[in-house]
């Protein structure tokens, strides 16, 4: 297994990396799940220091990184944004309030090994790529790693987390039907970064991906032609559908979660428009997973989701707790994939 191509790497999005690479952390992963499993230490990363910074609230996502990192030897050291000076881009800045991110960046840099990033919707005023384009800021200033813990566009590490679980559950890709579907919430304030890095995940391991939403639900252009380009080059196919009962039609892997259309309330088209974005919402209440919904996919069919689920809306109580479900064994693996990621770039 080759893995010095990983020596002080960003993690920012899966499009950075090479199949070979991400199978490789997908190995490392499997390798350090079993052993934890078997009680083993493994201190890879003894002395060392993750900075987390969190604009937004997570249970998994930080609570996975700290635990990995203690099972490493580490520290994962928690800041919120609001009890440090604000890191902020040039002209987002507030005397005494902020710091340009290029100081934070430099200053970490002096004391750990790497610096995690959650960042998206509010604190950028929901302007479609501002997070993601902070996470890039870091990694230009900071000569350590800057690891992508999910911002406007991407969450990489989510990804890695669905496709280990996928991996478990089927043994291979090849052949493997994955439908990554919007589904209905009360809530319109939903990143598109979970839905766009499962469906490139899929697309580089040459699964049949399919995503279904309704129309006015886009998601990033770019994103999707990557997802043609990763089909073609990874021996699968990338499909988008209109019609939830189509997208559910045979589909191994059943990944129903709601995001917010690229063309409406966020920019880059720039109509920020919460109303017109809650009409479509309430126009495709349909679109929940529940036992029906289940019954369209293929018998040996999971359920995935990212969690927190919007239960009673994008899913039932009956689906996301039976015996199809497998968003619990998700949820762990985000442990395995990020000490993967954390050993891999910071050892
Ligand atoms: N899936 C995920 O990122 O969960 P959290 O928002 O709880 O971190």
Same mark, same amino acid.
């Given at each position: 297994?080759?893995?010095?191509?990983?020596?002080?790497?960003?993690?920012?999005?899966?499009?950075?990396?090479?199949?070979?690479?991400?199978?490789?952390?997908?190995?490392?992963?499997?390798?350090?799940?079993?052993?934890?499993?078997?009680?083993?230490?493994?201190?890879?990363?003894?002395?060392?220091?993750?900075?987390?910074?969190?604009?937004?609230?997570?249970?998994?996502?930080?609570?996975?990184?700290?635990?990995?990192?203690?099972?490493?030897?580490?520290?994962?050291?928690?800041?919120?944004?609001?009890?440090?000076?604000?890191?902020?881009?040039?002209?987002?800045?507030?005397?005494?309030?902020?710091?340009?991110?290029?100081?934070?960046?430099?200053?970490?840099?002096?004391?750990?090994?790497?610096?995690?990033?959650?960042?998206?919707?509010?604190?950028?005023?929901?302007?479609?790529?501002?997070?993601?384009?902070?996470?890039?800021?870091?990694?230009?200033?900071?000569?350590?790693?800057?690891?992508?813990?999910?911002?406007?566009?991407?969450?990489?590490?989510?990804?890695?987390?669905?496709?280990?679980?996928?991996?478990?559950?089927?043994?291979?890709?090849?052949?493997?039907?994955?439908?990554?579907?919007?589904?209905?919430?009360?809530?319109?304030?939903?990143?598109?970064?979970? *839905? &766009? /890095? %499962?469906?490139?995940?899929?697309?580089?391991?040459?699964?049949? @991906?399919?995503? $279904?939403?309704?129309?006015?639900?886009?998601?990033?252009?770019?994103?999707?032609?990557?997802?043609?380009?990763?089909?073609?080059?990874?021996?699968?196919?990338?499909?988008?559908?209109?019609?939830?009962?189509?997208?559910?039609?045979?589909?191994?892997?059943?990944?129903?979660?709601?995001?917010?259309?690229?063309?409406?309330?966020?920019?880059?088209?720039?109509?920020?428009?919460?109303?017109?974005?809650?009409?479509?919402?309430?126009?495709?209440?349909?679109?929940?997973?529940?036992?029906?919904?289940?019954?369209?996919?293929?018998?040996?069919?999971?359920?995935?989701?990212?969690?927190?689920?919007?239960?009673?809306?994008?899913?039932?109580?009956?689906?996301?707790?039976? *015996? &199809? /479900? %497998?968003?619990?064994?998700?949820?762990?693996?985000?442990?395995? @994939?990020?000490? $993967?990621?954390?050993?891999?770039?910071?050892?």
């Amino acid at each position: 297994m080759k893995t010095d191509t990983f020596h002080k790497r960003d993690f920012l999005t899966l499009l950075d990396f090479t199949r070979e690479e991400v199978e490789t952390i997908l190995d490392v992963a499997t390798e350090l799940k079993r052993k934890r499993l078997l009680g083993e230490k493994h201190h890879l990363l003894e002395d060392k220091t993750l900075f987390l910074i969190f604009y937004n609230q997570s249970l998994r996502t930080r609570n996975s990184f700290e635990a990995g990192m203690t099972h490493l030897g580490g520290h994962a050291h928690f800041l919120s944004p609001g009890s440090i000076y604000t890191p902020a881009l040039e002209g987002r800045e507030v005397a005494y309030s902020t710091e340009r991110v290029s100081d934070v960046a430099r200053t970490l840099a002096r004391m750990g090994e790497a610096i995690a990033i959650r960042c998206y919707g509010d604190p950028v005023d929901w302007q479609y790529g501002e997070a993601h384009q902070m996470m890039r800021e870091f990694a230009r200033w900071s000569d350590i790693p800057i690891i992508n813990m999910e911002c406007d566009k991407y969450h990489p590490c989510q990804a890695l987390a669905d496709l280990l679980t996928v991996k478990e559950k089927f043994g291979t890709f090849k052949n493997v039907k994955f439908t990554m579907s919007w589904a209905y919430s009360p809530s319109v304030h939903k990143p598109r970064a979970v *839905p &766009q /890095s %499962a469906i490139i995940a899929a697309s580089m391991m040459g699964m049949k @991906v399919t995503l $279904a939403h309704p129309k006015g639900m886009e998601l990033d252009p770019e994103v999707n032609k990557s997802c043609r380009e990763l089909a073609k080059q990874n021996g699968g196919s990338f499909k988008i559908t209109n019609k939830f009962e189509e997208g559910l039609k045979g589909a191994h892997v059943v990944y129903p979660k709601a995001w917010c259309a690229t063309s409406i309330y966020q920019p880059p088209v720039g109509k920020n428009d919460p109303d017109k974005t809650q009409a479509i919402f309430d126009r495709n209440k349909k679109w929940i997973c529940d036992a029906k919904a289940m019954k369209k996919a293929a018998n040996n069919a999971i359920y995935m989701h990212c969690l927190p689920c919007d239960r009673g809306f994008e899913v039932t109580d009956e689906v996301v707790d039976g *015996p &199809q /479900s %497998a968003a619990f064994d998700e949820a762990e693996n985000r442990l395995h @994939v990020q000490k $993967a990621v954390m050993s891999l770039v910071m050892k």
